[in-house]
């Protein structure tokens, strides 16, 4: 059974920082490409990272300078190091995978289908 766990998120003020991890169980991860999204209420579901199974990263321009996307293969686990968070970066945070969808491919608008969503993990940054 496939499973995506995210953790990480919480309160912070701006200015912090977080780090987001999502481990992933029941399929062969280094296979395939991994991202970050977030979502706020009343919007959709946007791209924040992505990474490809070479390692290769991919940032949407809000978060470029700011978020660093990593993985750990040996331990099937995606990781997101946000820095400098600012208010706007309020959202639950979701991580996914696909075997198809890679690179920037996986951030563009409308957002694709990928195969394997979390469950989200909570990320608020107060002023």
């Known amino acids: 059974q496939v499973q995506l766990v995210e953790s990480g998120g919480g309160s912070v003020q701006a200015g912090g920082s977080l780090r987001l991890s999502c481990a992933a169980f029941?399929?062969?991860?280094?296979?395939?490409?991994m991202g970050w999204f977030r979502q706020t209420p009343g919007k959709e579901r946007e791209g924040v990272a992505s990474i490809d199974s070479d390692g290769s990263p991919s940032y949407a321009d809000s978060i470029k300078g700011r978020f660093t996307i990593s993985q750990d293969n040996a331990k099937n686990t995606l990781y997101l190091q946000m820095n400098s968070l600012k208010p706007e970066d309020t959202a639950m945070y979701y991580c996914a995978a696909d075997f198809r969808v890679c690179g920037p491919s996986m951030l563009a608008t409308p957002m694709p289908d990928v195969d394997y969503w979390g469950q989200g993990t909570q990320v608020t940054v107060s002023s």
């Open positions: 029941g399929y062969a991860y280094s296979y395939y490409c």
